[in-house]
């Protein structure tokens, strides 16, 4: 029996809406952490929200073993077309884009000089009341606290904003040699036995 018309529409219309058309990045992990902060101007005026959010990846993601680390942008109060999220050093950025939607930004990349960070430029800027599209990158590491900036230009004035967002944190030397050397214990008193 051939579907009607109707029943195809339907059918159309339901996937249009439904949350599998907008699958993204944040569908490859399974949440591990957020935190939401607000902005505040360290010059000029305004404010915005930022979310973070740290997935760990799914095993059958191609970014299995891997944490997803993404951005969204909103409640912003005045024009902005910077943001960037601090890259502590020695981090490893395996892959980074954004997912279609809202604002998209004409770049996000690693900047490494002078202090390593992933910054986004937003050639159209993100206006009072828009949103930013969804920004992401991949890494081996977990979530520790970081410096987060906005910026952009509203009437003339430039506005700097700041706050806190999640960002990767590299074990330090003494602890991987501390790690390493556990392990080395284990499998000596491993084979003794």
Known sequence: MKPSFRQCLTVFL????????????MDEGTP????????????????????????TANPESPYSGNFIYAYYISN?????????VEILPGENILQYGWDSG????????????????????FKNPILPGEA???LWFISPHGPTEADGALAGITGGSYNFLVGKVLTPQVPEPATWL???AGGLFGRLSRKRK
Do not use: C, Y
Not at 14 to 25: D, R, T
Not at 76 to 84: E, P, T
């Open 178 to 180: 501390m790690l390493m």
């Open 76 to 84: 912003v109060q005045v024009n902005l077309s910077f943001f960037s």
């Open 132 to 134: 930013s599209a969804v």
């Open 102 to 121: 809202d604002k998209e930004p004409f770049a996000w990349e690693p900047v490494n000089d002078p202090v390593g960070s992933i910054e986004a430029f």
């Open 14 to 25: 339901a996937l249009l809406v439904s949350p599998v058309s907008m699958a993204g990045i």
């Open 32 to 55: 591990f952490d957020h935190r939401e902060s607000k902005f505040l101007p360290g010059t000029g005026s305004g404010e915005a929200t930022v979310e973070s959010f740290v997935f």
